[in-house]
């Protein structure tokens, strides 16, 4: 059964654990790819399968008036994120506290918190104040906490990357087909 995690302060203590990290909005096919990998490494591994999303998103909180509408609201994100066999799902309250943390407070009190042993990234992540960490900062900071970082690679549907971007313009020019098959 999965656990709703709602307080990156009090993270309750977790066995070790496979992360990843996102908007996951509309939990469309190139997130169940990254989701699929750490529910594989989660059982070859016997970790636990934590997914971490924010709530407002990032570009919510920092540019309300240009944000996009969403896909899917946090509620719907977790129940999608259950019905996969997700074990803990993150959400994290993005405010300016948070939106404050460096990169390595990043890394120390929320990964290091939830025992990350293993991370899943899409290869376009960034993260931390002023988003300042990226995918070679957090292998660096995996060798010295002892987690390992794993990419994942853009995922695509006729040569076009798979984002909740090309959804919603799917939706807008009315072709149903392809928002069938980016949602998966």
Known sequence: MTQLLRHWQD??????SVVTIGNFD???CGHQTILQRVLTISKT???ASVVMFFEPQPQEFFAPH???PRLMDW???????????IDYVLLIK????FRGLTAQAFVEKVLLAVNCQHLVIGDDFRFGCDRSGDFA???QAGQQSGFKVESTPTITNESQRISSTRIRQAI???DFALVHTLLG
């Open 11 to 16: 993270i309750p203590p977790l066995t070790s």
């Open 26 to 28: 509309g939990v469309h």
């Open 45 to 47: 591994q016997y970790l």
């Open 66 to 68: 240009k944000a996009p």
């Open 75 to 85: 509620r719907d994100k977790f129940e999608a994120l259950r019905d996969l066999g």
């Open 94 to 97: 993005f405010d300016a506290q």
């Open 137 to 139: 900062f957090l292998q």
């Open 172 to 174: 807008q020019e009315a």
